[in-house]
C-alpha cells in the first residue's frame, strides 16, 4: 500500500502520458519474472515488490533532479520514497535500463553512482562514497552486473561488464569485466562463467580429461535420513 503510493509519486513525477512509459513499465515487469522464480503475476509484482516502486520513483525523481530549482522537492520526495520502499536512492543517481532489486531493503545508492543495463543487486547493498567532496565519489556499475546481498561497494570505485560482487562482499577498487568479487577486502577472480568459457575455448590438443576420484566412503558420516542433517 504505501510503496505503491511511492510508486504513484513517481510514476505521476515521470508522466505516464510520456510515449514509451508504458512500454518501460512493461519492460521492469518482464525484468521481475526474468529475475525472480517466485513472479509470475504481473499484478502482484506491480502492488507487491518495493524494488520496483523504489525504480519507478527514482525515474521520475531523477527527471525532476535535473531542474535547478525542483532539486529540493526531489531531494524531499526520495527520502518519502526511503521511508515506504526502505530504499534509497538519490535523485541524481544515473541508473539504465532493467534494473531489479530483489527482497528490496536496506539499500543505498548514492548520489554519483552508475549503474548501467541489466543490473541486480540484492538487499542490503550499498553503493556508497569514502569522500565527503563534491565530486563522483560514488561507484560506476557495468552492464550485467549482480551484487550479491549485504555487498558494499564504496568509493569512485568501477565494476566492469558482467561481472557479480559477492553476498557481504567489501569493494573498493576497481573490479574488471567477468569477474566476481568476494570477502572482505574484496579480492578478484574470474567469474565461473568465464572460468568455463575459456576451458572450453582450449584447443583439443591441450585439453585433458582427468578422472573423478573414487569416493571414499566413510561408514561413520553416512547419510541415512537427510532429515538427521538439517
Ligand atoms: C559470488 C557469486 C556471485 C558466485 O560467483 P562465481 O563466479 O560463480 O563464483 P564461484 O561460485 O565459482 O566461487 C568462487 C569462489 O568464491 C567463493 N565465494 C562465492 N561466493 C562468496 C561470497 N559471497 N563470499 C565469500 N566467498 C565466496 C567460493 O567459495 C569460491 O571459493 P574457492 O575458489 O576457494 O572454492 C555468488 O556466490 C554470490 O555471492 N551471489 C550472491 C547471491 C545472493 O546474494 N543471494 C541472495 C539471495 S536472497
Redesign the pocket.
Known sequence: MWTATAAAVGAAAYGLTRPGVRATLREDLDTVRRRDPAATNDLISMVSYPGLHAIWAHRGLHRLWQHDSAKVPARLLSQAVRTLTGVEIHPGARIGRRFFID?ANGVVIGETAEIGDDVML?HQVTLGGTSMAQTKRHPTIGNNV?V??GAKILGPVVVGDNS?V????VVVKDVPADS?A??IPATV?P??SARAAAKTELPDSLTRTVDAPAMTKHPEFELVDPAIWI
Open positions: 527482497h540484492y549482480l550479491g546481498s557479480a559477492g553476498a557481504n562482499a566476481s568476494v570477502g577472480r567469474k565461473k
